[in-house]
């Protein structure tokens, strides 16, 4: 087709164009110059006007990529479609879609969708259809299956002989040379039911199968045509989209379940067991699979493609008619609702992998489906004022929509309660460390002694508490006012949410507080009091107190009794209790995230859930510890991160292009409460509680990392621990320790001993390692060595220098010597001491013991094997976060990032001035750290924050809980080396380590920590 061809050959093209599927109308008018929408001809339009400026006929077309393909039509005169259609699908062409990301916000693995010729062999393909409806099988499934294009069986169920009989003459009047098989089966389980209980044997007998069904969906008040057609349209896309479907199944085994992209009138919420989760656990107990908390991806809808043996475990299960309910209209709850989200879960517990064909966009999602997403993500705070100005009365929910807890769930204050139990009453039976289980027994039984109609109260709770337990009472009010005390002091407001409570207010709206909760106003008063909730409040609904709940739906009857819900917001971020109930009634609603739900949906959440879970073999009760302290540590990044329900603006400190994507961290406050502040005070909490601090009279914080962690530790202990020893920071670097110990005990291997490597001048060594200056006119400036590789050539030349290099080390002892008998570091006396670092060898203290004649006790983060060196000299050295192989982990991993902020605001220290009294520190020249040390107080700030949420809010005995938490307390940082996390260019360029004692010089510290820097995960 060119530019000059003649109309009657336009016309003749034009029915092969709109007859081709390729072409779509609506898709190719929304993509042209507003002025041009309107055209009268769209194909005329595509085949001239759309010829010459190369435009796509619709999502599966990509016409710049066929064009490049076939290299021999002329780009602006040759119509790719048209060549497609006419000569290229007979070539074997392979056609893409245009993979617009941008449509939805895609930022995750995405790949092009492909029309394709079919594979040879071809598998074995069913297409299974449940016809409740026979006139939508008519209208809608047998004519896109006409152009199917390559064997199937056809298995097709229907609840009634006539309907049976109708289909039969359907399928041979339609399909006359189709494999076909009909089943009546009685109408149960909407389109599961018969799947499972007619065809599940058929099924495993096949490689791959296409699920439909005849859905209306008529509970929503009319036929949901558009939803069908957008799901079958998706599913049968043409002949070679099918093809390239069945294509992809055979090239990629690992896929096991390709679901249609959802239409836009699926809500997002819809993407969570809303009322089925209760229902789920029986099966999922057969299948061997944990129900997932908050969002996950199931074809909605509940049509899709499948592997059969993705499928497996539930094709074999035994199913039949009776195990679904009779049909009563049920919107959800039932076990076809269940199955229908179970079926990607199935398929990833088979190793499978679950792909979203999104048509409209041309492009598949790899392992995860939209969820609509997009459309929650395009809300603004505007939106919901906008939402407001048109009520007369706005009603809020409160836990996770106006206030938040910096912990992960509730049960995190169960798991505090359990834990203060068995310090205090460790004798109690049944044991406190099964409060968690306890509690939630009682709660049941309180709720069962009002037969499900009323609410509970936490004193109702209790007192069901203590008749199952038989606990004393000074146990029973301990968990209690422990609960309260705690609960209350987490809840943090989200200030988005309360701005919209401030405008509500501010323009005259009723506002309301609906909460399904045990706690009654004399709990929650003084939180509502504290957030500045209160005085905004006109009424407020208790479950507790008006014995009504929402997610039981009987609060909204009580509302429309007593309220004007014609023309009440509501707003909530429970998808189950404050959205579908409301949606199910017709009240408005607006639905906000919760920080804990945006937490899941981010590529964060396996990095902070995973951490959770103990190594098989563990016992229950360090499982329970490190489960509490992974909750405490890692609650806050709820509230640090996800305050907002936004993502423009975001939570202050923080930005994230979508609610799946990277998180980037903005403000170095931000920085140091989430990726230091849990392990700083992990580190911390291990310190002030190890027992080898007992007897200690001072600790001395070394280096350079002791200036800040010196600071931390002495927070801790003016605020909440008096009775730790004091602290001062001990201005020493490794260049001094070594070279004075030399003094005493010569070491011809120091320079291979003292560090992991090194590469550069042997003069530059010297000076580095051992302070020894090298006139500017020796050849060993010029000499250039490699450690470990040479380590004979700089242990022969220690030995030929080793005059120099006595002379300087007993400059180095004498001075080092001063300044220790200024602070009263003197051998012989009775004052016990200890020192502190990140660690790896105890490199500083064994050389400082050497040359002073003292032994340290040394607590380090991480402590790996050569560090029991110290012990040669009398000292004791403990790793409190990582030991042995573990330390050399860490030291990999978290070694750089830490040290750059962990610094000091002056250079390394080259040794003390004895003319002054008392002594003082002589300092290199300052590096870029301290050009840019100011931005590193606030990121210690910030940790320092941090700390002190974390204490004010369960108070200083947490500190013991925290003691189990180091995989928690590294996980932030494991979420930056995967870039889960990011640093803004403006944070993450001012980061420098100073290595000169490797030779390395100023080191980009994120260079280091991210040698494959997650560019190409953004990109994909």
């Not at 016309?11 to 599927?21: H, P, R, T, V």
């Not at 993500?377 to 938040?404: C, G, M, N, W, Y």
């Not at 573990?886 to 040290?899: C, G, N, P, V």
């Not at 980061?991 to 994120?1006: P, Q, Y």
């Amino acid at each position: 087709m060119t530019m000059t061809a003649p109309d009657d050959r336009i016309s003749a093209l034009q029915s092969l164009i709109a007859q081709s599927g390729l072409f779509d109308a609506l898709w190719y008018a929304n993509r042209l110059p507003a002025c041009e929408r309107e055209t009268d001809d769209l194909v005329r339009h595509f085949l001239t006007e759309g010829t010459q400026r190369e435009l796509d006929p619709g999502p599966l077309f990509n016409t710049a990529r066929y064009l490049k393909q076939c290299w021999h039509l002329r780009p602006g005169t040759d119509n790719a479609l048209v060549h497609y259609l006419t000569h290229g699908i007979e070539e074997g062409r392979i056609v893409e879609g245009v993979h617009d990301r941008r449509l939805h916000n895609d930022r995750q693995a995405t790949v092009p969708t492909r029309l394709t010729a079919f594979p040879a062999p071809l598998p074995r393909i069913a297409v299974v259809v449940h016809a409740f409806y026979p006139d939508v099988l008519e209208h809608s499934i047998l004519p896109r299956l006409k152009h199917f294009g390559c064997a199937y069986s056809l298995l097709i169920t229907t609840d009634s002989e006539e309907k049976a009989a109708h289909i039969g003459q359907l399928i041979a009047d339609s399909l006359p040379n189709a494999q076909s098989f009909i089943r009546v089966t009685p109408n149960r389980g909407r389109n599961f039911g018969p799947l499972l209980s007619c065809w599940r044997n058929a099924l495993l007998e096949h490689d791959l199968f296409l699920h439909l069904h005849t859905k209306k969906s008529l509970y929503t008040g009319s036929d949901q045509q558009e939803w069908r057609d957008t799901l079958l349209d998706t599913l049968l896309p043409t002949q070679q989209g099918v093809a390239g479907i069945v294509r992809r199944f055979m090239e990629d085994k690992a896929l096991g379940v390709l679901q249609p992209a959802p239409g836009p009138t699926v809500p997002w919420w819809a993407w969570t067991w809303l009322t089925n989760k209760a229902a789920a656990r029986p099966l999922l107990k057969r299948l061997n699979i944990t129900p997932p908390d908050g969002y996950f991806d199931y074809p909605a809808g509940g049509m899709f493609w499948a592997r059969s043996q993705a499928l497996a475990p539930l094709l074999e299960l035994p199913w039949s008619p009776d195990d679904f309910p009779e049909e009563s209209g049920q919107t959800d709850g039932t076990t076809a609702h269940v199955i229908e989200r179970c079926i990607g879960l199935v398929a990833r517990s088979t190793g499978h992998r679950l792909d979203e064909y999104d048509r409209n966009a041309g492009l598949i999602r790899v392992g995860y489906g939209r969820r609509n997403l997009d459309l929650y993500e395009r809300q603004t705070p505007k939106d919901l004022a906008a939402a407001i100005h048109t009520a007369t009365t706005v009603s809020f929910d409160l836990f996770d929509t106006l206030l938040t807890r910096i912990a992960l769930t509730p049960d995190t204050i169960h798991h505090a309660v359990a834990d203060h139990l068995v310090r205090t009453f460790p004798q109690l039976t049944p044991s406190g460390e099964n409060f968690l289980s306890l509690r939630k027994q009682a709660e049941h039984a309180a709720r069962e002694a009002l037969f499900g109609t009323d609410d509970v109260t936490l004193n109702d709770i209790y007192t069901a508490l203590a008749a199952l337990t038989g606990w004393p009472d000074e146990a029973l009010a301990l968990a209690r006012s422990e609960e309260v005390r705690i609960d209350q002091n987490v809840l943090r407001p989200r200030p988005a949410v309360m701005d919209a409570l401030r405008l509500a207010r501010a323009e005259g709206k009723r506002t309301l507080l609906v909460s399904d909760t045990y706690l009654t106003r004399t709990e929650l008063d003084p939180v509502l009091d504290r957030t500045g909730i209160l005085p905004l409040i006109d009424e407020i609904y208790l479950s507790s107190e008006r014995l009504a709940r929402k997610d039981r739906g009987d609060m909204w009857d009580l509302l429309r009794a007593t309220e004007q819900t014609d023309t009440l917001l509501h707003i909530g971020d429970n998808e189950q209790a404050d959205i579908q109930r409301t949606a199910d009634l017709r009240i408005r609603h607006h639905h906000v995230l919760s920080g804990l739900n945006m937490l899941r949906l981010s590529p964060l959440a396996p990095h902070v859930f995973d951490c959770l879970s103990s190594p098989p073999g563990t016992s229950s009760r360090h499982a329970e510890q490190r489960r509490l302290a992974g909750d405490i540590l890692l609650g806050p990044l709820v509230s640090n991160l996800f305050a907002s329900p936004f993502l423009d603006p975001g939570t202050p400190g923080s930005h994230a292009a979508s609610l799946t994507t990277p998180i980037t961290l903005t403000a170095p406050e931000t920085v140091g409460r989430v990726l230091l502040g849990p392990l700083l005070t992990t580190f911390l909490a291990r310190l002030a509680l190890h027992p080898a601090l007992t007897g200690l009279e001072h600790l001395h914080f070394l280096s350079r990392e002791g200036h800040f962690l010196c600071r931390l530790y002495t927070h801790l202990r003016t605020h909440w621990l008096p009775h730790l020893p004091e602290a001062s920071v001990f201005p020493v670097s490794r260049r001094v320790a070594i070279s004075a110990a030399q003094a005493v005990r010569f070491d011809p291997e120091i320079l291979f001993h003292s560090g992991d490597g090194y590469r550069g001048s042997m003069a530059d060594l010297l000076a580095a390692r051992l302070g020894v200056i090298v006139p500017d006119d020796d050849s060993l400036h010029d000499l250039i060595v490699s450690l470990p590789e040479d380590r004979a050539t700089t242990r022969n030349l220690t030995r030929l220098l080793q005059d120099a290099i006595l002379q300087q080390a007993h400059i180095s002892r004498n001075e080092l010597l001063a300044w220790a008998a200024s602070q009263g570091i003197e051998a012989g006396t009775e004052i016990r001491r200890g020192v502190v670092d990140v660690g790896y060898g105890g490199t500083i203290q064994r050389h400082l013991q050497t040359a002073l004649n003292v032994p340290f006790t040394g607590f380090y983060m991480a402590a790996e094997p050569g560090i029991r060196r110290v012990e040669k000299t009398g000292g004791l050295a403990f790793g409190l976060l990582a030991n042995g192989e573990r330390a050399r982990a860490f030291r990999q991993d978290a070694s750089i990032f830490l040290e750059s902020i962990l610094t000091a605001p002056h250079g390394q220290v080259t040794g003390y001035d004895p003319s002054v009294s008392p002594p003082q520190p002589r300092f290199v020249a300052a590096g870029l750290s301290q050009q840019n040390f100011m931005m590193l107080t606030r990121i210690i700030n910030g940790a320092e924050e941090y700390l002190s949420d974390l204490l004010g809010s369960y108070g200083p005995s947490v500190l013991r809980a925290l003691q189990h938490g180091t995989a928690a307390a590294l996980a932030p940082l494991s979420a930056l080396q995967s870039g889960a996390i990011r640093l803004s260019p403006a944070i993450s360029d001012v980061l420098f380590t100073e290595d000169t004692f490797c030779g390395r010089g100023e080191i980009r510290a994120m260079d280091e920590c991210l040698p494959d820097r997650a560019e190409k995960i953004s990109e994909k």
